[in-house]
């Protein structure tokens, strides 16, 4: 269901500030009256007190707790270690700052931690590519959305996000792959008997304006010159890596400070090069194919696909 909504422009922190909301009388009753209201202003997007961005950043800022536990523990259960790096160093050496002109407390870093921090983004950047959005998570994600859409869940509640869990589900689709006159059967039928789209182009980690261009020309000439296979074109495989300020690029995002050998404050992208040239954004685009095939035929694609993609990329330019 989390998917679902992603696909209307929400997030997980939106779910969770319901969530909360939600149980508004239980909180303010064991702690004090508004504590509900200072826990939903430290995970929402806008400004809060400035008393509160100490929290804020340990909550949900660049290298808030969520992002060291995700990585670490998605690391760890998906069998990789592109996720890894050092927090125990990392959590040694961050700071509480004065908060400037907002006033207040932020959270810094020594600059003992620097490479601790590169390789914190590092992870993020390697589980974006390897894990997060990999070519066959993606094309399930996108199984799952349809297979959503098609049986016509809608987000009437945020709160609906936590009435289905994965048992449920996976009961739901089973029931439904079997059969063929059940709303979203093909989606079902793909997912649970991992009958997946191969991908037959995909542009590189930083997508930009000429990739898209490039991708959507491919997957529309396919959709003419091959009418007996299924193409999805996937242009949303996008993830934010940092979102730290880069002075000469711009004044939007956060202002992290690090404390240099010296006793200087700077940016950490004023002295780290790793993460002033990392992209801020994650962004690949790829164009899926499978074969509508009868029961007595293999499934692959048609080899002349691959060769038609090679001719049209060098077309488009």
């Known amino acids: 269901m989390v998917t679902l909504f992603r696909r209307h422009g929400k997030k997980h922190n939106d779910i969770s500030i319901a969530v909360i909301d939600g149980l508004r009388d239980d909180i303010d009753s064991w702690y004090f009256k508004g504590a509900t209201d200072l826990v939903i202003q430290l995970i929402q997007k806008d400004p809060i007190i400035p008393e509160l961005n100490f929290l804020k950043d340990i909550l949900s800022g660049q290298i808030d707790v969520d992002r060291m536990d995700y990585l670490l523990r998605d ?13 125990h160093r990392l959590l040694e050496t961050l700071l509480v700052i004065p908060g400037g002109e907002t006033g207040g407390l932020r959270l810094g870093l020594d600059s003992g931690g620097i490479q601790s921090l590169e390789a914190l983004i590092l992870a993020r950047y390697y589980m974006y590519t390897q894990v997060l959005y990999h070519r ?15 049986r016509g869940y809608k987000l009437e509640n945020l709160l609906d996000a936590i009435n289905m869990d994965d048992m449920d589900l ?18 079902a039928y793909y997912i649970i008997n991992r009958e997946h789209h191969s991908v037959v182009y995909e542009t590189g980690a ?5 990739n898209r261009m490039t991708a959507e020309k491919i997957y529309e000439t396919l959709l003419k010159e091959f009418q007996d296979h299924s193409f ?6 996008r993830g934010t890596i940092h979102k730290f300020v880069i002075p000469e690029e711009d004044e939007m995002g956060d202002f ?16 780290s090069k790793i993460i002033h040239d990392m992209p801020k954004v994650f962004h690949v685009i790829r164009v899926y194919a499978k074969r509508v095939y009868a029961k007595n035929e293999d499934g692959q694609i048609d080899g002349k696909i691959k060769e038609r993609v090679v001719e049209l990329e060098g077309e488009v330019f």
Not at 170 to 187: I, P, Y
């Open 75 to 87: 690391s760890l259960h998906c069998g990789v270690r592109y996720g890894t790096f050092d927090h």
């Open 136 to 150: 066959t998570r993606r094309i399930y994600d996108i199984y799952l959305l349809k297979f959503f859409e098609e």
């Open 170 to 187: 996976t009961m739901v689709m089973r029931s439904a792959a079997k059969d063929k006159c059940s709303a979203g059967h093909t989606w």
């Open 206 to 210: 930083f997508a930009g304006v000429r």
């Open 232 to 237: 999805i074109i996937d242009k949303n495989a």
């Open 256 to 271: 992290f400070y690090v404390r240099t050998k010296q006793g200087n404050w700077k940016l950490i992208t004023e002295v």
